[in-house]
């Protein structure tokens, strides 16, 4: 029996030669943004030192290097922003509010800990 | 029963849907639905990490410190293997969306060369993290210290000193007195190491396996440096640095004071020697379980790249199966870039 409750929807994907080009144009610009990126994420790995005073704008700005490294591999690589609206936000957001609350109550726990070793100590 | 009630109510009247509200195949959504426990997966890791890390009391391995050797050379390298690895599955990432790319446009040997490239650079990553643990587990030539105040450091220097031989002074079961071990006898770096673990090094005398006392020759190392990591009653700034001849010193009293356990070589589950051993074992789980994904992605990709050669998708009309596995290997790609920056860069 033929399946009626199949929709190609994966046919609606193909493109042309001339569109190919195109997208191909802007994989080589990802590449070379997620390349240059890493390669300055390592000199200053490797040139700053973590005791010095400009670590705190340092780790910062490895955090945001690795968001914008993340959103281009999510959504120029994975096609998610291609997709509609409806199920880009489907997956990000319950990802993101499960992610944020998860850092905020252990990082908030590892710090107390922490505290309370200290106190233990110099007791 | 099922399958009689379907054929006489046809699916619109019983659903009246037929049409995803995403405008995506079920096989794709529900990659997305699997990528997404994985990141949650990935993400309680990588946290429960930060978890330990923030609330251990003392210094926590640097990845600028930990990692900085490379194949073949000696020196120092900071980060730059690590580097090349990212690179390698960045590599590979753009391989594949090549491949899906080609997919689209049905050219067959475009899909089927980028695959090809992609399996190539799967496994140039999976050999590059075989030799990251083996060198992990092996360790330095100098190991963690024990100070005599208690304090634990690293050990940094331009190069260790070559032991030259070991020249037997007492006899024991196996080898005479007078004797002289070279590198050709046996593998002198993994006995000093070893002896110098188990507190069998002492007024430079080595107690070799057999129970005989052989003296070591052994160029000096050249500057040396030393790491507090953990505070002990003398040394107590996190991450202090002693350098000169004082460190050189230092660091001979602990290797000749016959004493176990004052030096330690390399990592395991209980013990290693950059740092606590939580770090070890988060090493090991967070890096293998990215491993084993990269693994079995490898073989995915192999899979569809064998159905793409056997022409399956190209007579199916469309090439989705190569974006679906595509999707995961971004995905081993999209982690990796994470475990980068949080386990080895801050």
């Not at chain 2, 990141?39 to 609330?55: Q, W």
């Not at chain 2, 090349?84 to 990432?93: A, D, N, Q, V």
């Not at chain 2, 602990?254 to 589950?269: F, P, T, W």
Request: avoid cysteine.
């Amino acid at each position: 029996m033929e399946r009626d409750d199949i929709i190609e929807y994966s046919l609606d994907t193909h493109h042309s030669e001339e569109q190919g080009k195109v997208l191909r144009k802007k994989i080589y610009f990802v590449t070379i943004l997620l390349t240059v990126l890493t390669i300055v994420e390592v000199f200053m790995g490797a040139l700053i030192k973590q005791t010095s005073e400009a670590w705190g704008i340092v780790k910062w700005a490895f955090i945001v290097m690795t968001l914008v490294k993340a959103a281009y591999i999510v959504l120029s690589f994975m096609h998610l922003g291609d997709e509609k609206k409806s199920l880009r936000y489907m997956i990000l957001v319950p990802y993101f509010i499960f992610a944020i609350y998860l850092i905020f109550v252990l990082l908030t726990e590892g710090l107390a800990i922490s505290e309370a070793w200290e106190t233990y100590r110099m007791n | 029963m099922a399958g009689h009630a379907s054929e006489q109510i046809d699916s619109a009247t019983s659903w009246g849907g037929k049409v995803s509200p995403f405008s995506t195949s079920y096989g794709k959504l529900m990659m997305w639905f699997f990528l997404v426990s994985d990141a949650l997966t990935f993400s309680g890791l990588l946290i429960a990490y930060g978890f330990t890390r923030h609330g251990f009391m003392g210094a926590w391995p640097i990845g600028e410190e930990t990692f900085h050797s490379m194949p073949f050379l000696s020196g120092n390298y900071p980060l730059l293997y690590v580097a090349l690895m990212t690179f390698i599955l960045i590599i590979s990432s753009v391989t594949m969306v090549l491949a899906v790319e080609a997919g689209h446009r049905m050219d067959r040997k475009g899909v089927t060369k980028w695959m090809i490239a992609t399996v190539i650079g799967g496994f140039f990553f999976l050999g590059s993290q075989a030799w990251e643990w083996s060198h992990f587990i092996h360790g330095s030539h100098f190991g963690k210290i024990e100070l005599a105040d208690g304090s634990k450091a690293i050990v940094h220097a331009e190069s260790f000193g070559e032991i030259k031989n070991f020249k037997v002074t007492k006899a024991g079961h196996h080898h005479k007195k007078g004797e002289v071990l070279t590198s050709k006898d046996a593998d002198l770096l993994h006995e000093y190491q070893h002896a110098a673990a188990a507190g069998h090094i002492h007024n430079n005398e080595i107690t070799l396996h057999d129970g005989s006392i052989a003296e070591i020759s052994k160029s000096n190392n050249e500057k040396v440096e030393l790491i507090i990591k953990e505070t002990g009653s003398k040394y107590k700034a996190l991450n202090a640095r002693i350098k000169g001849d004082a460190a050189s010193k230092m660091y001979e009293e602990v290797i000749n004071s016959g004493e176990k356990g004052r030096v330690v070589y390399g990592a395991n589950l209980e013990i290693n020697e950059y740092g606590p051993q939580q770090y070890g074992q988060f090493f090991f789980f967070i890096t293998g379980f990215h491993g084993f994904h990269v693994f079995s992605g490898v073989l995915i990709n192999i899979l569809i790249l064998i159905g793409v050669m056997r022409g399956v998708y190209h007579k199916r009309g469309h090439y989705e199966m190569v974006e679906k596995t595509g999707l995961y290997w971004h995905f081993v790609d999209l982690v990796w870039v994470f475990v980068f920056t949080f386990f080895y860069l801050v």
